[in-house]
């Protein structure tokens, strides 16, 4: 696209560069040291990313992206661009580069100039289709990172799942958020372009009891028996990977699985509350198991009530308890969506933006999933319209180290 | 839809009534008594309707509406019922009615219960096509309610346009936000369906100098010359529906003009700097105009150097300067959205979604455009791609009153 008034940028350039003393020198303070303080980042450097047992933020930018280059030495630029533009956007600073030179586009896309780092969380992960022979990778997929079965029910759109790369970005500021996957795009121009990406609007999921449970499209709390992330004998046991049998530079990840949930949300609208608290096996407004009183006591899964259980057979919670499912757990962290409706039908195009992040996908959300796809009353209501499959590797250590650096090693 | 789990309803519905002594209790604690205070409510009662003066909230959902039902009744039934959804949600409410009873869908679809008024604004707008021969009301239709004009390079999408009525919800969350747009759809079930909608993530343009301007995703401060909506001199002489040979039912009220512009955004961010300031007529970071040093100081549009004006003749700023368009200034309350991306192209699909609320559109957003649309520098950067129009009635006087009352009087 040919701009027609830098026609006139020999003269406009030099009265940009006259004002340029102040603007200039504005562009080179921190964005962080303009409008916020220490307490609303999250370290970027560490054993592991963040995102996954950082407490939960209130919004989500999702993208996945294509590599368009191929060879490994594409794909190793690339990640190291990426991981120096995420640590200075996770503490609140623009993306580095040229951003005062009026003869050039500015590094940073400014959006977010101004605003806090607002706990941005900025996470890699890697689809399983970045194994295959264009970057010399195949003999480093995980064994874990097996394509997802065909689930009964799902409606997916390949336009909208997977990738062969994916970035979650979580702040508190949803412009944060969409400023990171923004800049990452514009950062891979040539190497990698974007497949598809999603804005959660709100929190749908708590990572722990401490903060309030945030409730989903339906109108329930979502995540009140979610592994609470400061517990790091439960992330230890179900969401990082270890040492066993496991690609060495996977120790410390996790594998993060993303479905975009679809809720029928007019049809939900219909239902009558007790059937609605059915569905869940639990109370609308209190968030209590059925039967129970309190948000957090453990359902009873045995109660009975008139020669029925009052946790019915095909209640969500009743299926997904770890207590039913040989103790299996994941770490969910979802967000509600809306992306306008349909204009067909008048619908809302909105739901669930479901994540997830599990030591072993084989052996968590896909029994996990093969067993709520076939039963779960929730299925009524809600439709899996895409999908995506994601190997996160572990923390970056420092400046000098950068995403997946372990996979070139 | 069938549910295939109601058929236990009996049975299952005697255990939720045995624990509504608890759920039924929580329910009917208003929302707002919950998780609120006073200092984050606005008045929904009152001469003006909210949303409009409201200094603006960090997020937006806004959504047209179709009739489906025809005649006067109808649509009058449809705004009593919104009216009395709307006060209550403003008030930090469930929306009124059955919420607690199991053998009935809950009034209120529950979302954002637990959550703060986050000073939501719900704001009604009549479209030109309300004013058919459907209502009875052709008489009523204002003449500053004139269909807005074909503009060059309008690029407008039909099922993304116009509408017999509008909803701007705005809030500081944007699960309040969207609550408020999704509740109103479901109480017109039978009466009006959705048209169109679209979430604004983030506030785009300042509606006061004492906040700090946001910026747009092309990363410029928007709205640095915006009427200051705390300047009831300006707000009446630009904003404000008078007396002066306009329909009676429209005093106190105000026209919003609502544009989808995408912005071409991987274009515009291989622009060099001085070129999209040159495109603005402001520096990027400072937000200061092309040869001044502070956001907020005047434009000086005389300044010369090296024998070209210093902010150039197809500025952005400098055509839609009210120096320059004979006083006339219009309110501006846009935010940014995001829709994905384009999966063709890889390119995101964002922008601004642009509200304006002026007296009469025929002299103040109709002829502003017909400029910007001519001359902007910025056309090449963005696309109008949804358009909307609709008269903004005065504010609802109190709990026997309603939006449009004065249509039926």
């Known amino acids: 696209m040919v701009k027609a008034s830098r026609r ?3 003269a406009l350039g030099g009265a940009a560069v006259a004002g340029a003393g102040v603007g200039g020198l504005t562009q080179r303070v921190l964005r962080a040291e303009q409008a916020t ?5 999250v ?3 560490g054993a592991r990313q963040g995102g996954i047992a950082t407490a939960a933020q209130q919004r989500l930018a999702f993208a996945a992206y294509d590599m368009t280059a191929t060879g490994a ?3 190793k630029t690339l990640l190291q661009t990426w991981t120096a533009a995420a640590a200075a956007m996770c503490a609140g600073r623009m993306v580095p580069g040229d951003n005062d030179n009026p003869a050039a586009p500015p590094a940073d896309t400014g959006e977010a100039v101004g605003l806090p780092a607002a706990n941005l969380t900025i996470t890699i992960g890697f689809g399983p289709s970045l194994f295959d022979d264009r970057f010399g990778l195949a003999g480093k997929r995980p064994a874990a990172l097996a394509d ?19 970035i979650q970005a979580c702040a508190d500021d949803p412009v944060v958020a969409f400023h990171a996957i923004r800049n990452l795009a514009r950062l891979g121009r040539g190497a990698a372009v974007m497949r598809w990406s999603q804005l959660g609007f ?3 999921t708590s990572t722990s009891a401490v903060q309030d449970t945030p409730r989903n499209l339906m109108g329930f709390k979502d995540g009140t028996r979610n592994i609470e992330t400061a517990d790091d004998g439960l992330m230890n046991e179900h969401v990082w990977v270890g040492g066993e049998g496991e690609q060495a530079w996977m120790r410390g990840g996790s594998y993060l699985v993303s479905r975009r949930i679809r809720m029928l949300i007019e049809a939900w609208d219909r239902d009558y509350l007790s059937d609605q608290e059915a569905v869940f096996g639990r109370q609308k407004v209190s968030g209590a198991p059925l039967g129970g009183s309190k948000e957090h006591e453990d359902p009873n899964f045995t109660a009975m009530k008139d020669g029925e259980p009052v946790i019915a057979t095909d209640a969500h919670i009743r299926l997904a308890a770890h207590e039913n499912n040989d103790g299996i757990r994941i770490l969910r962290r979802g967000y509600s969506y809306t992306d306008g409706m349909f204009s067909e039908s008048g619908e809302l195009n909105a739901g669930l933006f479901f994540i997830a992040f599990q030591k072993d996908p084989r052996s968590q959300f896909v029994p996990l999933q093969r067993k709520l796809s076939a039963n779960d009353a929730l299925n009524e209501y809600i439709e899996h319209v895409g999908s995506g ?9 420092g400046p000098d180290d950068f995403w997946g650096s372990a996979l070139f090693a």
């Open 8 to 10: 006139g940028f020999l």
């Open 37 to 41: 303080t220490t307490s609303d980042r």
């Open 43 to 45: 370290a970027f450097y």
């Open 73 to 75: 030495p594409a794909l």
């Open 148 to 166: 997802l079965p065909r689930f009964p029910g799902d409606q997916l759109v390949a336009a909208d799942s997977n990738g062969d790369l994916c």
């Open 202 to 204: 709100g929190k749908a």
């Open 389 to 397: 499959l994601y190997a996160c590797p572990p923390g970056v250590s």
